[in-house]
Nanobody, 116 residues
């Protein structure tokens, strides 16, 4: 079955950096695009970034463009999100996502808190 396990969240001061990682299994990882989303309590889940199957094409939400970088390692079945210049408004639970077998699959999420 599809498994997505996020890690790397934590508490960081404004302007700081964090690197999230998602370990994937149970599907043909190297053939599928991967995405990161985030969610704040009481709000809808928000798309953050996408990376194509080969890692060449990437897309970002306007709110994170220029600060976040998505990357993947198809040999290790991992997708990372490097987050720099973090802002208080980046505080959220971050989720790894893949669309396969006709539906979205999600990890359990990892909490990122940006606070002074």
């Amino acid at each position: 079955q599809v498994q997505l396990v996020e890690s790397g969240g934590g508490l960081v001061q404004p302007g700081g950096s964090l690197r999230l990682s998602c370990a994937a299994s149970g599907f043909p990882f190297s053939m599928l695009a991967m995405r990161w989303y985030r969610q704040v309590p009481g709000k809808e889940r928000e798309w953050v970034a996408r990376i194509g199957s080969t890692g060449v094409d990437t897309n970002y939400a306007y709110s994170v463009k220029g600060r976040f970088t998505i990357s993947r390692d198809n040999a290790k079945n991992t997708v990372d999100l490097q987050m720099n210049s973090l802002k208080i408004e980046d505080t959220a639970v971050y989720y790894c996502n893949v669309w396969t077998s006709g539906r979205d699959h999600w990890g359990q999420g990892t909490q990122v808190t940006v606070s002074s």
